[in-house]
């Protein structure tokens, strides 16, 4: 390939085959296969595979000999060859959108940045406005919640976030109706759908309910709003922290948050005082309600169950939803119920 390029007396077309040849074989897709990007520990995350530290003329690349940081020659480097095409009318839009991507796939968004800004400068800010919507992504305000851990009542739940340029966050916890919830699930059962919706059956879809504007229904009027002050990475580096909540009662609870200045973003959190356990003893379901925290059975706890099966039925007639529904107390020691067949 570089033969060829030189002897097409270096033209654009031969530069950027040669640029994009010289990424596949060298940048840091080639690590894609060992997955070593997802869920990485921060300590895993130092020395050779601290991406943001590369140099231009640096590479880390999966090689026959392993994971290896290695310096190229500018004649085969990708980031050199795409740098020097950034004025040419025909390769230069091409050449800046690969080069940010490069940047960005190196965690060196103000790189990015850098090079997205002379780009839009030079040639627009692209299809459908894609340069200047990555270049809010890349300088804007934005966080995100990670999924939280079900903590037993009494304890106050600690909700990961991820954040980027943020100095400030307001929130928001409101406690869902589970009940509600509870209710809307038996009766759209007992309504004998046609086609059973699996989101409208499990409850602990509610999150996504909430996000499709069925919030008005099931919450309750907020029981706490707090702000919290962010230090953010600098060069749009971003930031793992967690925001703990300021409540520890049994529920589901809404949390909302509003980036200060950025974009707003929801999630769930459990707090429990009890679960209910199940274990099949001799061919029969034993169902018991224990303490959350301490594992210990709760004496006469009432316990309603609800069932249902999809009935085939002959064509054209639709399937047909059974249900069954009955109470229970259930004593300590745990009593055996029937299995339901």
């Not at 209710?183 to 046609?194: A, F, Q």
Request: glycine fraction near 6%.
């Amino acid at each position: 390939m570089a033969e060829r390029s030189r002897l097409s007396q270096n033209s654009a077309p031969e530069i950027y085959q040669l640029a994009q040849f010289s990424q596949s074989q060298f940048g840091e897709g080639t690590l894609s296969s060992y997955g070593w990007r997802r869920n990485r520990e921060p300590e895993a995350a130092k020395g050779i595979l601290q991406l943001d530290t590369l140099a231009e003329d640096e590479c880390l690349a999966k090689t026959s000999d392993g994971i290896r940081r290695f310096r190229l020659p500018a004649g085969h480097h990708f980031i050199a060859l795409y740098r020097s095409l950034l004025d040419d009318k025909s390769y230069g839009p091409l050449a800046g959108d690969a080069l940010v991507e490069v940047f960005l796939g190196r965690d060196q968004r103000d790189k990015a940045r850098e090079v997205l800004e002379k780009t839009i400068a030079k040639y627009g800010d692209g299809t459908d406005d894609a340069r200047k919507k990555l270049l809010k992504q890349i300088i804007g305000n934005w966080g995100r919640f990670g999924a939280a851990e079900t903590v037993p009542a009494g304890q106050r739940p600690s909700l990961p976030l991820a954040f980027r340029n943020a100095t400030n966050i307001k929130l928001t916890a409101t406690l869902v109706n589970m009940d509600a919830v509870l209710r809307d699930v038996i009766t759209y059962l007992e309504s004998n759908p046609k086609e059973i919706d699996s989101s409208k059956i499990s409850p602990q879809e509610i999150a996504q309910r909430l996000i499709d504007r069925q919030a008005q229904k099931y919450i309750r009027d907020p029981a706490a709003t707090w702000q919290v002050k962010l230090s953010p990475n600098d060069k749009h580096r971003d930031t793992e922290t967690n925001v703990e909540l300021p409540l520890n009662q049994a529920g589901a609870w809404w949390i909302s948050a509003e980036i200060e200045g950025g974009n707003s973003f929801k999630t769930l959190a459990w707090i429990v005082d009890s679960v209910l356990l199940q274990k099949d003893v001799n061919g029969r379901m034993q169902w018991w309600v224990a303490d959350a925290k301490m594992g210990a059975p709760i004496a006469g706890a009432q316990v309603e169950l609800f069932g249902y099966r999809s009935v085939e039925i002959e064509n054209p007639l639709p399937k047909n939803a059974a249900t069954m529904s009955f109470p229970n107390a259930s004593p300590a020691p745990p009593m055996p119920m029937e299995k339901y067949r």
